[in-house]
């Protein structure tokens, strides 16, 4: 069992940066593949950045060269670095955790890009 908890969301303006952090429970979190999502109102739930056990990245050509996911599994967590952020960035930011058929959510943060 893994319990993920994201902290690091507010509002900032269009342009800026933000940190997202989700931290794990389990000392075996080191072996799990871990993701960020994010869901705006009214659309589906898009992956925004994933990274393997190894360090391995990907991310969608929607945020690529602005969202940065990196991961300190001495810390058992994984941070979400986002800059230039825009106005379509806004969402709930969940961090996701998954190994085999074992796939846990956090609760989310929210994220506001505005002016």
């Known amino acids: 069992q893994v319990q993920l908890v994201e902290s690091g969301g507010g509002l900032v303006q269009p342009g800026g940066s933000l940190r997202l952090s989700c931290a794990a429970s389990g000392r075996i979190f080191s072996i799990y593949a871990a993701g960020w999502y994010r869901q705006a109102p009214g659309k589906q739930r898009e992956l925004v950045a994933a990274?393997?056990?190894?360090?391995?990245?990907n991310y969608p050509d929607s945020v690529k060269g602005r969202f940065t996911i990196s991961r300190d599994n001495a810390k058992t967590t994984v941070y979400l670095q986002m800059s230039g952020l825009k106005p379509e960035d806004t969402a709930v930011y969940y961090c996701?955790?998954?190994?085999?058929?074992?796939?846990?959510w956090g609760q989310g943060t929210q994220v506001t890009v505005s002016s």
């Open positions: 996701n955790a998954k190994l085999a058929a074992m796939n846990y």
């Open positions: 990274i393997t056990s190894g360090g391995t990245t």
